[in-house]
Each structure stands twice: as structure tokens, then as C-alpha cells.
């Protein structure tokens, strides 16, 4: 019912030679996998948002990470004035700003 001798990788006793540079070449893949799928569209995003933030000016449509869609009135060093209904203005971090009405982030 039960084997008498137990493998743990397989292949009945024989020693798999060469296995170092197999594990180096596959975590080479693995990390080049990471970079293309995680790390490299992250920086894209990053790059595309300071670029947002560093050419907001006073009459642009934009919307906030907390939904708020309105016009900016004002741009400090780190702040932005948005009027989000006429007459009501609320001072905001440039940085919660993640798009404009023109050309929203891509999600």
C-alpha cells in the first residue's frame, strides 16, 4: 500500500546535476517578470502624476483622489485652491489632485 523509499524530487535516486544554474536562471526570469509586470508600469504611473501635479494652473478641470470634481483657482508650492460649486473653494495638497477632466489617469 505505502512505497517503501520516498523521493523528494522525483527521478528515483538520481542527483540532478547542474540544478545551481537552473535556480539562478529562474530567478532571473522571475525577477524580469516582476519588473515588467509590477515595477516598470509603477513608475510609469508615478511619473505621469508628478508631471500632472508640476503642470496644474489656475483653470484647469480636475478631480481629487477623494472624488471632488472642480476648477482650479489658485496653485501654491503645495497647495491648490479648487472651487468645486461657484462661490465654495477648498484648499487642497497638489498631490491628492489625480487627473484632470481632459485626460484622466488610466486605472
Given amino acids: 500500500m505505502f512505497a517503501s523509499n520516498a ?3 522525483g527521478g528515483g535516486g538520481q542527483q540532478a546535476g547542474g540544478s545551481g544554474m537552473e535556480g539562478i536562471f529562474m530567478l532571473l526570469i522571475m525577477f524580469a517578470i516582476f519588473y515588467l509586470l509590477l515595477i516598470r508600469p509603477q513608475q510609469k504611473r508615478a511619473k505621469q502624476h508628478k508631471e500632472l501635479i508640476e503642470n496644474l494652473k489656475a483653470g484647469d478641470q480636475v478631480v481629487t483622489a477623494g472624488g471632488l470634481h472642480g476648477k482650479v483657482v489658485a496653485v501654491q508650492d503645495t497647495l ?3 472651487e468645486i460649486a461657484t462661490g465654495v473653494r477648498v484648499k487642497l ?13 488610466e486605472e
Fill in 7 to 9: 523521493y523528494a524530487m
Fill in 80 to 82: 491648490a485652491t479648487v
Fill in 93 to 105: 495638497n497638489r498631490a491628492s489632485i489625480v487627473g484632470t477632466k481632459t485626460g484622466q489617469t
